[in-house]
Structures are given as structure tokens and as C-alpha cells.
């Protein structure tokens, strides 16, 4: 089975507008509330995969119950923290010459009781787990060395974590060696501070994670595909050109297809096949953390590994 993890979920909500001013009323027809946070678009995407998997996280208040109600109409498992909270709301509002605008909600605090309860529900997941993802954010109240503690705990057990998360919470994740982590290059610029301009400046600044600490390093360059390097050997990954309606959730996709090759055992090439055929194809589509799997089929023909060790 594989466990997603979200601590910091949300109810995404979208607004198709043509314009929008001050001190004036705009009627929308066109707009859908949606459950989100990058790990719950991992559990979409490994559902409509056919895997069986849990959600942990922390859920709470009215837009909590939407979420919870909302993946078991997907006949999804979960096994969410009740927070007293409530769940945060990402709203976007996406105009109709294209360009979009957001407002993120801060997300509501969590209290010292509802951690514990989180730790005690994940704990029993990894007793169930061969994979655990842990995706996105940190909530408020909780401890910015959290995701270290849950990789510890997942080691012990041998559960591998793919970790997918950015800035600090990356940086000091790492030090506990999760077995793989996806950074894009923005992230992988951020905490290494060297600036990508050739596959060998992510070459250096994979060396670099590997020093601090990671196992495996998946990173994702949107169009031009991947670079995967670390102890399952070094891979440049090269994608077809396709038709882009929303690249939004391609990463988390493409974790989702990780998780999945890593549950079936693949070989790392075949894995690294199936990834970028999720995040491919979840470009293709309009919604977020939406795949469609014949295309998935489909796209891993056309999809190139390359062996650069
Ligand atoms: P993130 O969403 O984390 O920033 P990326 O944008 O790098 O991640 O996307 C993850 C993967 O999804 C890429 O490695 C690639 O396989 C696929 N992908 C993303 N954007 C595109 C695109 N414009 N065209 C084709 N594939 C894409």
C-alpha cells in the first residue's frame, strides 16, 4: 500500500472571470471547488492508477468535510487528523486572456494534541506501507523539522519516502535520507544557491544533495523533461512535445508515478518512464492531478532514457 501525506490541505477553488477591478460586482458561471494540497493531488493521480493507498493529513471545519466527502466519492481511503481549524481555501481566479491571479489562505493552526494524534495514525500507516509520499507545506503550529522526524521513523521501518517539498522543509528533510526527492529547478536553485544553466550545474547541484544527505534525486525540467541521478545510477529523461492545457500538479503527478514504479518494483528506467508520463499527461489535461491513463500508456513508448553516468 502506499501512504500520501498532506499536512497542509486545502479546498482549491477557481473562478474563470474576464476581468475583475475594485468597488463592483463580478457574476461568475464558470468555476469549481476542488480538494487540494500537492499530496492529495498524488492520491488522485494514484487512483485513477488503480493503487491502493491512504491519505493522512490534517483536515478541519466545513471546508475539512468537503475534502474527506469529496475523495470518498473518488473511493479514496483516508484516515485525516480532525483539527479544530478550519481547513484553508486557495482561491485562483484565472482570466480569460489567460493570465491568473491568487489568494491563499494562511490555513489554521495546529495544536500540540492534533500532532500526536497525526503521528500515532502515521506510525500505524508505516506499519501497512511500502511507500510513503510527503508533499507541499507545513501548517502553522507545527515544527519545521517535522518531515526529518517522519523519514526517521519510515527508515526504521524500511518504508521508502519520496519527499516533495521546497526551502527549508527540504533542506532539513534531506538530512534524515529520504529515498527520493523531486525538486524542479527553481527548488533545486533555491537550497543549493546555484544557478541552473546546463545539465552539469544540476549534476553539481545534485552532488551536492547527495552530500547533504539524499539517496535519490528526481529533477523535473517541465517540457524538457528530467535529470535523475543518485544510487539507482544517472538518467537524462527526454518527452515528447505535446499540446499543454495546465501544468499545474505535473510534479505531483509525476511523484505519483514514482511511488507506483517503486511499489511495483520496476527497473529505475521503466519507473522514470512512468513518471514523466503522468506529469505529461497531466499537463495534457485542463483539471489538476488528473491523468488519463491510455494516454499514460501511450506517451511511456515515446519517452527516452538515457544512461549519462
Ligand atoms: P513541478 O510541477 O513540480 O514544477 P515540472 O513542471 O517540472 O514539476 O513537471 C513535472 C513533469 O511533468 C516534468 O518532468 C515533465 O515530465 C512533465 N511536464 C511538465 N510540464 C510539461 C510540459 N510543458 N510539456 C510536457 N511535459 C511537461
Excluded: W
Aim: hydrophobic letters at 40%; a neutral charge.
Amino acid at each position: 500500500m502506499i501512504t500520501t501525506v498532506t499536512l497542509n490541505t486545502s479546498v482549491d477553488r477557481r473562478y474563470i472571470l474576464k476581468d475583475i477591478c475594485k468597488d463592483e460586482i463580478f457574476r461568475c458561471e464558470d468555476y469549481s471547488y476542488t480538494p487540494g494540497g500537492k499530496g492529495i493531488n498524488v492520491s488522485r493521480v494514484l487512483n485513477q492508477l488503480n493503487v491502493k493507498l491512504t491519505c493522512l493529513g490534517f483536515v478541519g471545519g466545513f471546508s475539512g468535510g468537503f475534502i474527506e466527502e469529496q475523495l470518498k466519492l473518488l473511493k479514496i481511503d483516508t484516515n485525516f487528523t480532525k483539527i479544530n481549524g478550519e481547513t484553508r481555501t486557495c482561491i485562483g481566479i484565472i482570466f480569460e486572456d489567460g493570465s491568473q491571479s491568487e489568494i491563499l489562505e494562511k490555513g489554521p493552526e495546529i495544536s500540540k494534541k492534533e500532532i500526536d494524534d497525526f503521528i500515532e495514525k502515521y506510525k500505524a500507516a508505516l506499519e501497512k506501507s511500502k511507500i510513503i509520499t510527503i508533499s507541499g507545506s507545513i501548517p502553522k503550529g507545527v515544527s519545521s523539522d517535522i518531515y526529518r522526524h517522519l523519514i526517521e521513523l519510515a527508515n526504521k521501518m524500511d518504508v521508502k519516502v519520496i519527499l516533495d517539498t521546497s526551502g527549508y522543509s527540504l533542506i532539513d528533510g534531506i538530512k534524515a535520507s529520504p529515498y527520493l526527492i523531486k525538486p524542479n529547478k527553481d527548488e533545486l536553485e533555491a537550497i543549493t544557491k546555484i544557478k541552473i544553466n546546463s545539465n552539469n550545474d544540476i549534476i553539481r547541484a545534485c552532488k551536492d544533495l547527495m552530500n547533504m544527505g539524499a539517496k535519490n534525486i528526481a529533477v523535473s525540467l517541465g517540457k524538457d523533461g528530467m535529470i535523475f541521478f543518485g544510487n539507482e545510477g544517472k538518467f537524462k529523461v527526454r518527452i515528447p512535445k505535446i499540446k499543454v492545457l495546465n501544468t499545474v500538479g505535473s510534479g505531483d503527478s509525476t511523484v505519483a508515478g514514482f511511488a507506483l514504479g517503486l511499489l511495483k518494483k520496476s527497473d529505475i528506467e521503466d519507473i522514470l518512464k512512468l513518471a514523466n508520463a503522468c506529469g505529461i499527461s497531466n499537463a495534457m489535461e485542463k483539471e489538476t492531478g488528473k491523468i488519463n491513463v491510455s494516454i499514460v500508456k501511450d506517451l511511456i513508448d515515446s519517452i527516452e532514457v538515457f544512461d549519462i553516468s
